[in-house]
């Protein structure tokens, strides 16, 4: 077993170079490319009623490695909410952070949607996120549908400093609409429609961004309008028998074809 599996190192901030810190740390403790750390100031140490005792420094950011030397290490910052200097200690995470993100999506006589993302390695150059998705939607008939899903959007990060971070994305959802048809079944129809983003994500706290997203839906595609039939038949446990069946209409099937810009805003957490 390597030496670097039984713990997690603790290190030291010997020079800060803009977004740029070098640690006291390296292939000598077995530090790895990529690993992140959390920057807290220096311990205190307080007498109360006698007894000598340790106050934990403050938390001030977070660095990821970036070049790794035999006994000393380059990192670059990638959040902060404190100054870092020098003598600045650094604590390597066990588990790699993640961010939460709360989208809402409003157009009025449109569409609105509410999505729950999960961003994995948000602090990569390439990142992308598992999505659910929840909405209503306009279709070809001027009538507003129902709709779930999922996808994800896969995100390219532009620059990133001063506690902003600019980033554009392919959003690829897969989306299931409900309505009713003119014979009155309740029927369902996939839908997806991808989208180009541009993405202004600003931190206002250590954990939280709020982000502005500008997305261009380039195109879109629709399944058949179906409902479950049943046969009035049963198998062999006693179960009914279904079997999907297209819905009806009196005049041409309605579609869900969303175009052009749309705005949204988010709320992120980090979490580690």
Do not use: C
């Not at 729950?116 to 070809?140: E, R």
């Not at 600019?166 to 009155?184: E, I, N, Q, T, Y």
């Not at 409902?227 to 041409?252: F, L, M, P, R, V």
């Amino acid at each position: 077993m390597k030496l670097k599996d039984l713990y997690m190192i603790t290190s030291e901030i010997i020079e800060v170079d803009g977004n740029s810190v070098s640690m006291l740390s390296g292939e000598n403790l077995g530090l790895i490319k990529g690993a992140m750390f959390e920057i807290s100031s220096k311990d205190k140490i307080k007498t109360y009623k006698g007894k000598t005792v340790t106050l934990p420094g403050k938390s001030r950011g977070l660095v990821r490695i970036t070049n790794v030397g035999p006994d000393a290490s380059k990192a670059k910052v990638v959040r902060k909410w404190r100054k870092i200097k020098p003598g600045h200690k650094a604590y390597e995470l066990k588990d790699v952070p993640f961010l939460t993100d709360l989208n809402i999506t409003y157009a009025k006589n449109e569409r609105s949607e509410l999505a729950g993302k999960i961003w994995i390695s948000p602090f990569s150059k390439f990142s992308g996120s598992l999505n659910g998705y929840l909405g209503t939607v306009m279709d070809s008939k001027n009538k507003t549908d129902g709709y779930f899903g999922f996808g994800t959007d896969l995100d390219y990060t532009l620059f990133s400093g001063f506690g902003t971070q600019g980033s554009v994305s392919l959003g690829l959802p897969a989306l299931f609409a409900w309505r009713g048809d003119d014979d009155g079944h309740r029927v369902i129809s996939f839908f997806s429609d991808p989208s180009l983003d541009v993405n202004l994500a600003i931190q206002i706290s250590h954990k939280r961004d709020i982000v502005f997203t500008v997305s261009y839906i380039f195109t879109s595609v629709n399944g058949p309008w179906q409902y479950q039939k049943d046969t009035s038949e049963n198998d062999e446990n006693g179960n009914n028998i279904t079997e999907w069946e297209g819905a009806t209409w009196d005049s041409d099937e309605p579609e869900i074809a969303p175009s052009g810009l749309y705005f949204s805003m988010s709320f992120r957490k980090l979490r580690f």
